[in-house]
């Protein structure tokens, strides 16, 4: 299973952005993880094909996740961004078995 992300970027603090994951065949779970320099990789988001959703404290009530499941996509909509959530975010699906697949990665930079 191949993940391919897209969006990120530079933004100032307050601003938005929006993150896409297209996977090469269903996922019942996809979501993200994202890791600060010098941090460890942190749980962000995850979406279930039936459209629950859970987040991390951090990011709850500025970030949405949603998905098409007929394409295969998932997207995080990152509103009232902070310098904090700077980091490479990594999009994720759960394969079974204890096993996830990761996408490449996309930076996002929140400057001050």
């Known amino acids: 299973v191949q993940l391919v992300e897209s969006g990120g970027g530079l933004v100032q603090a307050g601003g938005s952005l929006r993150l896409s994951c297209a996977a090469s065949?269903?996922?019942?779970?996809m979501g993200w993880y994202r890791q600060a320099p010098g941090k460890q990789r942190e749980f962000v988001a995850r979406?279930?094909?039936?459209?629950?959703?859970n987040y991390a404290a951090s990011v709850k009530g500025r970030f949405t996740a949603s998905r098409d499941n007929a394409k295969n996509t998932i997207d995080l909509q990152m509103n009232s961004l902070k310098p904090d959530d700077t980091a490479v975010y990594y999009c994720?699906?759960?394969?079974?078995?204890?096993?996830?697949?990761w996408g490449q990665g996309t930076q996002v930079t929140v400057s001050s």
């Open positions: 065949r269903s996922l019942v779970v």
């Open positions: 979406i279930l094909s039936g459209g629950t959703t």
């Open positions: 994720y699906g759960d394969i079974g078995v204890g096993s996830n697949t």
